[in-house]
């Protein structure tokens, strides 16, 4: 961060970024691509169940059926079909490469390296996306900034935030790294998590038929952000937490010129005092006492 | 059949118990050795530690909570964090209900992850599950000497069945591989005993036996009823002439067994991290990559020269090259054998670096 972007008198008190293996959900997907790419280069080529796969389409059928099924199984899980277009792409990527090069003879080969090239661009891309973020917490504010194309920034002053949401999962409580999400009294940092049923039935023969259906749903709002929008990963999550706790309860370090309203106030706070021990002199009537020193 | 009844219907059931037992305590030696490399280092290694406590701690709740489960008292709390764990029952029970689920607590830890890596080892490999009685000994088989001999001999086929895969694993095979690393992550998790941030004196193998003392000392009678139960199972195995007993106790010895390989794989890992620790810079991954790259280029060797001995070779000199590497390390980028400058020399050359700074 540039100093002139600075406001007057705003310190960095830190500078912060995602832990590497903070974004492991995207990371995992690679993962997942480096083994099966080992997995099935293994089982085509060295394994005993090589006679199986003499046949180039049941390579990249049983490749591309177990790519799709954890895709489905991954996105139904999490809730989130990117997973399984991430996964249709590397099938559809694959097949078309293999097709267009003719390379189906060489498909035991091609089969695995492709997929854990695919990984490793995979790995890539997670790492520039992580690599774009970055989290500046100042004495007066916290500013988060992302994104590898499109650069996304947002700022939020500790007394404009009303709640502070913490998360830290299994990787995050070895590697002592976690998310904080300020939740602004506007409600930015907030988001809803929905749980839909339904159902239906049909009753009747070949002529007749009754259909009924009934369904439900349910939401809840949770502390949820994206990463540009949170501090998402961040290391020492202890330490971190415990600055932006002390600054969000000071409700940030007062201005120059909240000082000198607040040490103008006090003089006239001290002005309005004396005034009024004064009057209270005049108006008050004199005791014997003060009489006879008068007198004397 | 031999022996005296004295022997056959006193002493012969205790013959594959106090086996048992013993192997308990050589494996509680070896979770104290795991403890000692863990703490050497915890200052470098944090995540490791926090890994290594995750796993015992997962451990030790899914036996608590599998003693609340068996003893029908429900489970209405589950938490496992990094630093600790917690399970609280639906229905507080006591007596022999309460005894059951803390001796679950005590002792499951033990061989909880043993069991899974036996799971594996069924699949993987070929022979070593045979419980049988050796053939001189087939007459005074239900005697002490002969229960022990039976428990011996099915401990060595298990050891050398065992012994033999490790020896010919082949690290190129993803199932192997998997067994292997699973050895490793698991006999990190066989360590019921936690590592803190600070020292906890108390926390080590007295504690654990105490724990376990105390459970035997503070309700002797189901302990009792325990062993009388064991000695009927003796019994009903004597009659119907089968191994019911003494395998029941190999399954035991072969848990214990197999927690021992896995601490002793763990432990030299852990050497490796401390050794390597102590190598400056770049020079520290040397060790790391010399592992894989050996065992490689073996196999690749071993493709063009084909022999049978090809993973016990190759993992023989993959041991073999990390150690050299690593030794090679510390004897010339470090003063650890004292090559590079003598005691004295060293004394001398501290003292004055402490009166300059002075």
């Known amino acids: ?296 | 059949m031999e022996g005296s009844p004295i022997d056959i219907i006193v002493f012969a059931p205790l013959a594959p118990l106090l086996g048992v037992l013993l192997f308990w305590f050589i494996q509680l030696v070896f979770i104290e050795s795991e403890k000692y490399f863990l703490s050497t280092i915890r200052p470098k290694h944090e995540p490791l530690c926090r890994f290594t406590n995750l796993l015992g701690i997962i451990f030790q709740t899914i036996c608590h909570a599998l003693g609340y489960t068996v003893t029908k008292s429900g489970v209405s709390e589950f938490y496992i964090s990094v630093n600790y764990g917690r399970v609280a029952p639906k229905k507080e029970k006591k007596g022999i209900f309460e005894w059951i689920s803390n001796a679950f607590l005590f002792i499951g830890p033990f061989f909880i992850p043993a069991f899974l890596l036996l799971v594996c080892l069924f699949f993987l490999m070929t022979s070593g599950f045979e419980i049988t009685t050796p053939a001189q000994l087939l007459e005074s088989k239900y005697t002490f000497a002969g229960q022990i001999s039976t428990f011996g001999a099915s401990l060595h086929a298990f050891a050398k069945g065992f012994f033999g895969f490790l020896f010919n694993i082949d690290l190129l095979h993803p199932g192997h591989f998997g067994f292997l690393l699973l050895l490793i992550f698991l006999g990190m998790g066989i360590r019921p005993s936690y590592i803190g941030e600070e020292k906890k004196e108390k926390v080590g193998m007295l504690y654990d036996l105490k724990n376990v003392w105390s459970l035997i000392k503070n309700k002797p009678l189901y302990v009792i009823i325990l062993f009388l139960m064991a000695y009927v199972f003796f019994y009903i195995s004597l009659f119907l002439n089968q191994n019911w007993y003494v395998g029941l106790f190999s399954i035991l010895g072969w848990l214990s067994i197999i927690s021992i390989i896995s601490l002793i794989v763990a432990d030299m890992i852990l050497l490796l991290i401390k050794n390597t620790d102590e190598i400056p810079g770049f020079w520290k991954i040397l060790p790391y990559i010399t592992m894989p790259v050996s065992y490689i280029l073996m196999r690749l060797l071993f493709i063009y020269f084909p022999t049978e001995y090809t993973n016990i070779v190759s993992i023989l000199v993959m041991i073999l090259s990390t150690m050299v590497v690593t030794y090679l390390l510390l004897r010339f980028k470090t003063n650890k054998f004292k090559t590079q400058l003598d005691i004295k020399s060293l004394k001398k050359k501290s003292k004055a670096e402490t009166d300059e700074e002075r």
């Open chain 1, 1 to 296: 961060m540039k100093k002139d972007e600075l406001l007057k008198n705003e310190k960095v008190e830190k500078q912060l970024s995602p832990h590497p293996l903070s974004f492991m959900r995207y990371q995992s997907l690679s993962i997942f691509l480096v083994i099966w790419g080992v997995l099935v280069g293994w089982l085509i080529n060295f394994s005993g169940y090589k006679d199986f796969f003499n046949n180039e389409w049941s390579v990249i059928l049983v490749w591309g059926l177990v790519l799709l099924l954890v895709g489905i199984i991954a996105s139904l899980v999490t809730i989130r079909w990117s997973i399984f277009f991430f996964y249709l792409g590397v099938l559809a990527g694959g097949v078309g490469l293999l097709l267009w090069q003719g390379w189906q003879n060489n498909v035991w080969i091609f089969i695995p390296f492709y997929t854990v090239a695919v990984s490793i661009i995979g790995f890539l891309i997670v790492e520039f996306y992580r690599r774009s973020h970055k989290y500046f917490i100042t004495n007066l504010r916290i500013i988060t900034q992302g994104g590898i194309s499109t650069k996304r920034r947002m700022s939020v002053n500790y007394e404009n935030i009303s709640n502070i949401s913490e998360k830290q999962g299994v990787l995050g409580q070895i590697f002592d790294f976690g998310t904080i999400i300020p939740i602004s009294k506007s409600g930015l940092g907030l988001g809803d998590d929905q749980s839909l049923a339904a159902g239906g039935i049909a009753v009747g023969g070949d002529k007749s038929k009754l259909f009924g259906f009934f369904g439900g749903g349910q939401e809840v709002k949770t502390p949820k952000s994206r990463t540009y929008y949170e501090l998402h990963g961040v290391y020492p999550f202890k330490n971190v937490r415990k600055l932006v706790s002390q600054l969000h309860h000071e409700g940030g370090t007062i201005t120059p010129y909240q000082q000198e309203q607040v040490t103008f106030q006090k003089e006239q706070v001290d002005i309005q005092k004396q005034m009024r021990d004064l009057l209270k002199m005049q108006t008050e009537p004199k005791t014997e006492e003060e009489d006879e020193e008068e007198k004397d």
